[in-house]
């Protein structure tokens, strides 16, 4: 009886399309590429990277951001900067939704940097809705793309992290 209970489950998970399917080779590099890039390190992002991948923020309102990099180089040394000039300890992103389609994976959710900017008196928790889409060619990460609501950021002050 118990058999035909399961099997009557696994009929109906699967008819109703609610079958968990197993990652695919550019999920696994874009989830890889994507943990590095959350916890701000940059040295684990580099080898997910293509030599001439793009890096593009069309949404950064900043007039001295530069929206798009391109080349490896390029790309972590303008990640590099930014973790290095804001003192960002994390992004933390939270990307309950991500999918693949044709080579591109795209995540949803928010970004939630944590930063203790040099030389200020606190740090700082920056939250904002965010998707990244990360098409993926050969094993390599070629094009990264940053969609944030920088209008729709809240930043909450907290106490400087001990040095």
Do not use: C
């Amino acid at each position: 009886m118990l058999k035909k209970i399961v099997s009557l489950l696994a009929a109906v998970v699967v008819a109703s399309g609610f079958a968990v399917a197993e990652q695919s080779p550019a999920e696994q590099v874009a989830q890889a590429y994507i943990q590095a890039y959350s916890e701000a390190d940059v040295d684990a992002m580099a080898p997910y990277m293509a030599e001439d991948i793009v890096f593009e923020d069309q949404t950064n309102p900043n007039p001295d951001f530069q929206s798009e990099y391109v080349g490896k180089a390029a790309v972590l040394e303008m990640i590099q900067g930014f973790v290095t000039r804001s003192g960002v300890i994390e992004l933390g992103f939270d990307f309950p939704i991500m999918f693949e389609s044709n080579g591109r994976v795209v995540f949803s959710g928010t970004v939630n940097v944590h930063s203790a900017p040099p030389g200020a008196e606190h740090a700082y928790k920056w939250r904002a809705r965010q998707v990244t889409i990360l098409t993926i060619e050969d094993g390599k990460v070629v094009h990264h793309e940053d969609f944030a609501d920088y209008g729709g950021a809240t930043v909450t002050q907290l106490e400087r992290p001990a040095e």
